[in-house]
Each structure stands twice: as C-alpha cells, then as structure tokens.
C-alpha cells in the first residue's frame, strides 16, 4: 500500500478494480477488502504539504474504498523530526488514523484527524500538549485548522 502511495503521488486519482491501470501489489490483501465491501474496489492517493515557517508536515497517504494508510512526516527547522505510517479510515470526508511514528530513535504513536475536503483541500486538527503525561495530541475539541497544499513530490 505504501509503495501504491508513493508511486501515485503525481496527482490524485481515483481507479475501479475492474479497469487495467489498477497496480496490485498485495492482491491477497486487496481481495479481502473487495469481499468485505462486495462492490468495485476504488483507490485514490493524494499527497500533501503543509509549511509553518520553516517547519513542514507531508502527508501521502492511498485510499482503498474506506481504509487508508500512508506516511506522515514532520520536519521543524534544526530540530529531530518525526516520520511514520498513518493507518485508519475515511467516513465521508473526515479521516481518522492513528500515526505511528520514530523520534529520536524512539516509536510511538498518536491518533490524528483530517478533512479530506477534496482531492486539493486537506485540514487537520491541530496538535496541543497534555499537561499530565506531557505527549502531544489531537485537539479533538477545535477545528480543522491547519491547511495542506497539495503536493507532487516529498518535500523538506
């Protein structure tokens, strides 16, 4: 699925099962998912940039009909960035996915949520820290605040 997301990052897309362009790298996988939903299996990928000064968060992730996975990564300026896989689904336009990420040689993990507005338009809800366990998380109580541009290529 990452390799599908990464490879289709030029421009968004959306593809039915049934046609030749389709690229299949984990058939097993993507047959289950067609058995599951018993409808055409439709994938779309997109990629995404957002930049706050100099720090910057690039999204790409692939839609399979409702599930999603991908990469998130964020790079602040002369500090230890953080770079992971996003997994989670899409119900209507909202995303909701857990990141698992490394930082400073260490892995975690954080629910994030995004508004898939449209094939250009991506929002997420900021990050905030807890007081009590000194993590960030996701602002579940604000808006979808933070703006994406989209995005051909990865960027730094």
């Known amino acids: 699925m990452i390799v599908l997301c990464l490879a289709a990052c030029s421009s968004p897309q959306k593809k039915a099962d049934n046609t030749d362009t389709v ?4 058939t097993a996988k993507q047959d289950t998912l067609k ?6 299996l439709v994938i779309s990928s997109y990629c995404f940039l957002h930049r706050q000064g100099k720090d910057s968060t690039r999204v790409e992730f692939t839609v399979v009909n409702n599930y999603v996975q991908g990469l ?3 790079f ?3 500090k230890d960035g953080r770079s992971g896989v996003i997994e989670g689904t899409l119900k209507n336009d909202t995303l909701h996915a857990v990141w698992s990420y490394a930082q400073e040689r260490t892995k975690d993990t954080m629910k994030v949520e995004f508004l898939l507005k449209s094939p250009t338009d991506l929002r997420q809800k900021p990050l905030i820290a807890n007081m009590k366990n000194g993590r960030q998380q996701t602002d579940v ?8 541009k989209p995005s051909s290529r990865s960027h730094r």
């Open 76 to 78: 602040p300026y002369e």
């Open 35 to 40: 058995a599951k939903n018993s409808k055409p």
């Open 23 to 26: 690229t299949r790298p984990d």
């Open 72 to 74: 998130m990564d964020w």
């Open 141 to 148: 109580k604000a808006g979808y605040t933070v703006l994406y």
